[in-house]
């Protein structure tokens, strides 16, 4: 979206909203129905399924995948798809591979694995990707350190939906107890902790 259609769907009522991303989404569709490959994406990578003629052997098919272009084709034919990739792959560990003589898979490792692909190739229609929902990871798919901090995030959370102190706010109580039970002489009941 442009910066002004943004603007004018900020504007939009909950309905508008609701017909225009249902018509958008209805196009997208439609667009990329009409590419001459299916095409799914992770972070970190991209699958495309390119049909070919039943019986294609993998002799038959001219398939180059550079750092930031794509072309696959049948020998002696037009490719059916080719240009340049939207972002840059890893090209060494990217693939092809012939699916059951009917269909090219490839496979892209994305160079920079923290971005959604609004396509394959720079000239084909654009999907929003703002509109991903990316599958959910469960926790025990974390590194230890990123596990930590999403369990006290969502702990935290959880505190103070229910107005209890967050995993912080229970350090300085219990270092402010064990100051007090060390000092019992001062007097901290006007005391302010922040």
């Given at each position: ?106 496979h892209l490792e994305k160079l920079n694995n923290q971005t959604w692909w609004e396509n394959v190739l720079t000239h084909h229609p654009k999907i929003d990707t703002r509109k991903i929902e990316p599958p959910n990871s469960k926790l025990s798919d974390l590194d230890r350190e990123t596990r930590g901090m999403v369990e006290k995030m969502m702990f935290d959370n959880q505190q103070r939906q229910m107005g ?31």
């Amino acid at each position: 979206m442009t910066d002004t259609a943004e603007n004018d769907y900020d504007k939009l009522s909950n309905e508008e909203r609701e017909a225009r991303d249902k018509a958008d989404k209805a196009r997208e569709v439609a667009e990329q129905a009409a590419l001459p490959y299916s095409w799914t994406q992770e972070l970190g990578e991209v699958d495309i399924i390119v049909p070919v003629p039943k019986g294609t052997r993998a002799r038959d098919l001219t398939v180059s995948i550079q750092k930031k272009g794509l072309s696959i084709s049948l020998k002696g034919h037009e490719p059916i798809m080719a240009g340049d990739l939207c972002k840059e792959i890893k090209v060494d560990d990217s693939t092809w591979t012939l699916r059951d003589n009917q269909a090219v898979h490839v496979h892209l490792e994305k160079l920079n694995n923290q971005t959604w692909w609004e396509n394959v190739l720079t000239h084909h229609p654009k999907i929003d990707t703002r509109k991903i929902e990316p599958p959910n990871s469960k926790l025990s798919d974390l590194d230890r350190e990123t596990r930590g901090m999403v369990e006290k995030m969502m702990f935290d959370n959880q505190q103070r939906q229910m107005g209890k102190p967050t995993s912080d706010e229970l350090k300085k109580l219990e270092a402010l107890q064990k100051f007090q039970a060390a000092h019992p002489e001062l007097d901290f009941s006007k005391a302010k902790i922040s």
